[in-house]
T-cell receptor, first 113, second 115 residues
Framework: SQTIHQWPATLVQPVGSPLSLECTVE??????LYWYRQAAGRGLQLLFY??????ISSEVPQNLSASRPQDRQFILSSKKLLLSDSGFYLC????????????FGPGTRLTVL | AQTVTQSQPEMSVQEAETVTLSCTYD???????LFWYKQPPSRQMILVIR??????QNATENRFSVNFQKAAKSFSLKISDSQLGDTAMYFC????????????FGTGTSLTVIP
């Protein structure tokens, strides 16, 4: 069966510091990968998605970037965190077939102070 | 652009009763998929039910069913025989057909099941 991992689970960072969140998927090949942010009391906002190694699409302009160095690895980064980057970050994977759904990781809670 | 609207920020229901959560969406697409996800206090997103837009028959998964009205762009979730474990945030989501199969989520409905 497929599993998706995210780490760290919780992170507290000062404003202006760098960020690296990692997501890995097991049990599937060539998945679509997604990064979402969930602000307090709000829904999920799609940040980035990737259909293959090195292929990143951004949904909204922001202080963050994403990379996919390996087929089942997806990284969310920032060079300098802002207070507004605080939130709950979710990684998800989905299949290539149009009927496939998305499956989510356990998330990372990021607090920028 | 696709938008998903959940107009009920909070709802409550007595245990064993039935509750309906509303969702509307706006799209110019003809082929798409709709989903309901559940997010309990653990914050793990769990798929509840899925509906293909080309299917007229409403999807059903045990105690969960949907009322899909394509012309009205409405996709409500009915939970029958509510259980305490159903307490969670519920998100409606729209998937656009195309490269990447992007999802677009509503703002969620917080459901509390009262014993």
């Amino acid at each position: 069966s497929q599993t998706i991992h995210q780490w760290p689970a919780t992170l507290v960072q000062p404003v202006g510091s760098p960020l690296s969140l990692e997501c890995t998927v097991e049990g599937t090949s060539n998945p679509n990968l997604y990064w979402y942010r969930q602000a307090a009391g709000r829904g999920l906002q799609l940040l980035f998605y990737s259909v293959g190694i090195g292929q990143i699409s951004s949904e909204v302009p922001q202080n963050l970037s994403a990379s996919r160095p390996q087929d089942r690895q997806f990284i969310l980064s920032s060079k300098k965190l802002l207070l507004s980057d605080s939130g709950f970050y979710l990684c998800a994977w989905g299949g290539r077939v149009l009927t496939d759904t998305q499956y989510f990781g356990p998330g990372t809670r990021l607090t920028v102070l | 652009a696709q938008t998903v609207t959940q107009s009920q920020p909070e709802m409550s229901v007595q245990e064993a009763e039935t509750v309906t959560l509303s969702c509307t969406y706006d799209t110019s697409e003809n082929n798409y998929y709709l989903f309901w996800y559940k997010q309990p206090p653990s914050r793990q997103m769990i798929l509840v039910i899925r509906q293909e837009a080309y299917k007229q028959q409403n999807a059903t998964e045990n105690r969960f069913s949907v009322n899909f009205q394509k012309a009205a762009k409405s996709f409500s979730l009915k939970i029958s025989d509510s259980q305490l474990g159903d307490t969670a945030m519920y998100f409606c989501a729209f998937m656009k057909q195309g490269t990447g199969n992007q999802f677009y989520f509503g703002t969620g409905t917080s459901l509390t099941v009262i014993p």
